[in-house]
Every structure is written in C-alpha cells, then in structure tokens.
C-alpha cells in the first residue's frame, strides 16, 4: 500500500515538474511568438532530417510543427526509402499540396500504392532517371483525377528499355493532369510526345537526342498544347523527318517567349516555318554545329524562302534595330537580334564548334568566319522590311577577317540594300571591308562602292581592330564623312569611343560633320 502511495505521489510530482517546465517553456521569448511566425523556423531548413530534429526540442514546438502540414509535404522517394517514414509524412501532410520527387538513378522505390491515395494532393512531380515502365507505373499508381498537379518533370534514362523512348502505354500518361502548367521532359531516341495531353499547360521544356526526329508528333503535341505561353526546345538529331505538308501551321497566339535550339547537319529552322506565334514577345532560333561538323552549312541561317515565312509567323511591327554579333574563341558564335518598334525581339544564332578535319583551331575557323559572316550580312539583306532598319548595330568581337574579299563584298551588297539610317555603330571590328572603298587604292574596288553607304545620321567606332595600315583609315573616315556630305547627306553626329584619335584628323572631321565626339568609355 505505501509503494502504491509512492508511486503515485511520484507520477503526480514527475506531472507537477512537467506542467511546470511546459508553463515555463511557454513564457519563453521564443514561444511566446504568434504561431504562423513560429512556423516559419523550420521552413528555413532545406533537408527533412533538420525538419525532423526540430520537433525534438521541446513538446511545445513538437506539436506546433507536427500540426503544421505544410512542413511535410515534399518527399523524396528512392529505393533505400523508408516506408515507415513515407507514411508518417503523408500523415503529418494530411491534405496539403505535396511536392514528390522520384529518384530511380540507383534502385526503384517500389511501393507506389502508398501515393495512390494521394494523387489528388500532388503539387509537384519530378521523376529523375527512370525506364518508360517506371514512368507508366507511377502513372497507373496515381491514375485518376490530379486537379492539384501543376509541374511535371521527367527525365528519362538514356540506356533502359527502348534508348529512353516511352513505350506505348495502355492509358495516356498522367491524363488526370488537366490542370498542369509545367512540362519538362527530357527523352533519348525517339520522342514521345503524344504519349501526353495537357491541355492547359503553358509552359514547355523538351529536349531530345533522336537518329531520326519526327516533326509531326511536335506538331501534334503543339496543336493539342494551344495554352502554351513559352517554349523551350533543344533537338539534337541527324535529320529531321519531313512527314508534314509545308502548308501546315500551328498558330499559338498565347506564346510569349519561344526557343529553338539544334543541333543537326541539316536545317532545323524548318520546324519553325510550320509554328506561328504571331504575338511572341521573344523567339530564338539556333542552329549548332558542334566539334567534328565539318564545313559551314549553305543554310546556317534560315534561307530566303524559310526566313521570309519565318518573319511572317514570329514578327509583328517594323523592325527598327538589328544587332549583329560575333565571338571567336575555340568556335564562332554569330547572332542576329532583330528588334522591332514594339520591342519584340527575333534573334537567330549560328554556332560553330572546331572541326576534326582541321586540327588547327586558328586555321579552321580562319576559313570558316568568312562564310558565317557573309552569310549573316545575307540574313540581314533578306529580311523583308529591311528599309524599315533604323539602327545597325555590329560587334566584331575583336576578329581580324582574313578573307577581306567575301567580308566586303558581303558589307557592300547590305549597305547598298538599306534605306537611311539613324545610326551606324562598329564595335570591335576589323574596319577593313567597312572602309576598303574610301581607300586612295582600294583592295577590292568591285566590292563596295561609296554610294553603297546609306544616309547615316549618327556613326560610331568603338575600339576597332587596328592594322598595319591604320593611318590609311584614319584617312578613310575622312574620305566617307567628305563622300556622304558630296552626296547631300551630311553625318549629324561622329563618334569614337578609343583612345589615341589624332587631333589632325579630328580636325578634317570638323569640315564634314555637325558633331565630332571622341570619349574612352565604350557605348
């Protein structure tokens, strides 16, 4: 009787202790913030096993954070998963939107029947590396309504089960996603588009490496995506398969920003005449020939024909800007930017890599500018609203062109096809084939003549590539401010943005233009 008594008294005094350690945890400074402050602690601990340590500090904060279903409701499923946990996750989520990521790189979490019953909660779904069996698994495991899925994200295993193409399934996957706005998938070999349908999605990153690329299971997929607000794709194959009438198109009148990148011996611009999207704010289109690609593409930039239904779908407004840009290092990179009066932007990039056939960096890319840059200036002269072109914006990129005669001959055939100018800006450029025709003898007199200058209000040189006979175009200049003045087209405005001008020929600059201006800061 009396160690009954005592045990009791001791139950009571150890609850006595327990309600008084709580009364004074409470009146903590800590504790005694508002809850949705408090539970903003653990929010800001990224791994679940510090979200796990947190509830152990105290029984107040224990179940405050247990309670608070937001904090776990991301779960990351492998293999070595434990299901115990899983389960206690979903329990402590209770309905909250879930965030799963699914990681099949190592081994495959297996029991997919835990997630069934909470399809209707998923948020988020990521599936990293796994075979197209383990992708209509988890499909069939949440099959039904998804109403809460908003990002999708799949990249497939390279080497499993079909070279990472899905293999038809019974059902379309994940179908119960109406609502889904994210796609991201990323397959080997053939492409799967039609394997999905979302019809409210808006926003889509594909990328592909295929043999051969089917163009209309993109189109399909495009057409049945008419929501689609911005679109990103990155193809690489070695031909694309033309199995569409030409005179099919697509408009997307809700795209904004649209992306093309490929990588292919053959044209991949060609997908883009059969895409519209009229009212894009943004659209880029590049075409990469990577190491070992060989010689320049007669089509390394879209040809006439192309670039004209190109322009047609993707532009809207006069264009009044255009940019070109160049840069070498162990490759040339040569972009376009054409920017019309609204301000949307259409910019083609062409990327050549180093080619196996000429080991020597220098030499292979030696012979390979001259081609890029006659066939950009072609680009340029082909758009078909070039006498809207106000400003001509071109960055040499410090590149000395070896091939004067293709270079200069390419700057006279667009000079001469332009309209007046607002502004003319050379920034780091070799002056050569811009300035060859103002030359006491020039090296390529048939090439570009002095009329080939349009009116031109504003002229600007920034840091040019000097050579060997610079002072011979430091006269030249003179010779074209004197040329545009003869013809009754006096320069507003010359500008140099370097360092060491002559004073003698800024004074013979004074005679021809209103306003010589020479400063040592770039644009």
């Keep these: ?9 001791t139950e009571d005094l150890s609850a006595v202790l327990t309600t008084l350690h709580e009364r004074r945890n ?44 937001a904090l776990w409701s991301q779960l990351y499923l492998d293999g070595i998963t434990n299901l115990l946990l899983v389960r206690t996750l979903l329990e402590r989520a209770k309905g909250a939107p879930l965030d799963i990521t699914v990681d099949y790189y190592k081994s495959t979490f297996r029991d997919l029947t835990l997630l069934t019953p909470s399809g209707r909660q998923i948020r988020s779904l990521e599936l990293k590396k796994p075979s197209s069996y383990e992708v209509q698994d988890l499909s069939t495991a949440i099959s039904g309504p998804l109403p809460l899925l908003h990002t999708l994200e799949i990249d497939l ?3 499993l089960d079909g070279y990472g193409s899905l293999v038809t399934p019974v059902l379309p996957l994940f179908e119960g996603a109406v609502n889904l706005k994210n796609f991201v998938l990323n397959l080997y070999h053939l492409p799967s588009l039609p394997r999905f349908t979302f019809p409210n999605l808006t926003t889509l990153t594909f990328s592909t490496n295929v ?14 995506s008419s929501a689609l607000q911005q679109i990103r794709m990155d193809i690489t194959t070695d031909r694309f398969r033309e199995d569409v009438p030409p005179e099919r198109v697509i408009v997307l009148s809700d795209v904004k920003t649209f992306s093309l990148e490929t990588a292919t011996d053959g044209p991949g611009h060609k997908i883009t005449t059969h895409v519209s999207c009229p009212f894009a704010n943004t659209v880029e289109l590049t075409h990469m020939l990577g190491s070992g690609g060989g010689e320049v593409p007669e089509d390394a930039y879209p040809p006439s024909i192309s670039w004209h239904t190109i322009t047609r779908q993707y532009a809207r407004g006069a264009v009044e ?10 490759y040339i990179d040569c972009s376009i930017t054409f920017r019309s009066s609204d301000g949307a932007i259409l910019k083609l990039r062409y990327f050549h890599g180093t080619t196996t056939e000429y080991p020597d960096t220098e030499m292979s890319l030696g012979r390979s500018l001259p081609v890029v840059f006659s066939q950009a200036l072609r680009t340029i002269r082909d758009h078909p609203l070039l006498s809207s072109i106000k400003h ?17 001959e390419g700057v006279g055939r667009l000079l001469g096809s332009m309209g007046p100018l607002e502004s003319l800006t050379l920034d780091s450029c070799d002056l050569r084939p811009y300035l060859d025709a103002f030359l006491d003898t020039p090296l390529f007199p048939e090439a570009i003549q ?9 002229f600007a040189i920034i840091h040019p590539m000097h050579s060997s006979r610079e002072e011979l175009y430091g006269l030249a200049i003179v010779e074209f401010a004197r040329s545009q003045e003869a013809r009754g087209i006096r320069i507003e405005r010359l500008k140099f943005f370097f360092t060491g001008v002559p004073s003698l020929l800024m004074d ?5 233009v209103d306003a010589v201006e020479c400063c040592d800061k770039t644009l």
Excluded at 1 to 9: A, E, N, T, V
Excluded at 321 to 327: A, F, P, Y
Excluded at 450 to 458: A, G
Aim: proline share 7%; glycine share 4%; with cysteine.
């Design 450 to 458: 002095p009329t080939s200058f349009p009116p031109i209000k504003e």
């Design 157 to 159: 295993e390279k080497y």
């Design 392 to 408: 001509l914006y071109i960055k040499g990129g410090g590149i000395v062109i070896h091939d004067l005669g293709v270079a200069t």
């Design 508 to 512: 013979e600059l004074v005679a021809f």
């Design 321 to 330: 800007r255009v940019v070109l840009e160049m840069t070498i290092d162990d």
């Design 1 to 9: 009787m009396i160690s009954f008594q005592f045990s009791r008294l």
């Design 211 to 224: 043999h051969e690329f089917p163009v209309s299971q993109l189109l399909d997929f495009l057409e049945a």
């Design 26 to 69: 409470s009146l903590a400074p800590i504790n005694r913030l508002p809850l949705d402050v408090l539970c903003l602690i653990p929010t800001h601990l990224t791994s679940l096993p510090d979200r796990l340590r947190v509830t152990f500090v105290c029984r107040h904060w224990r179940s405050i954070f247990v309670q608070h279903a």
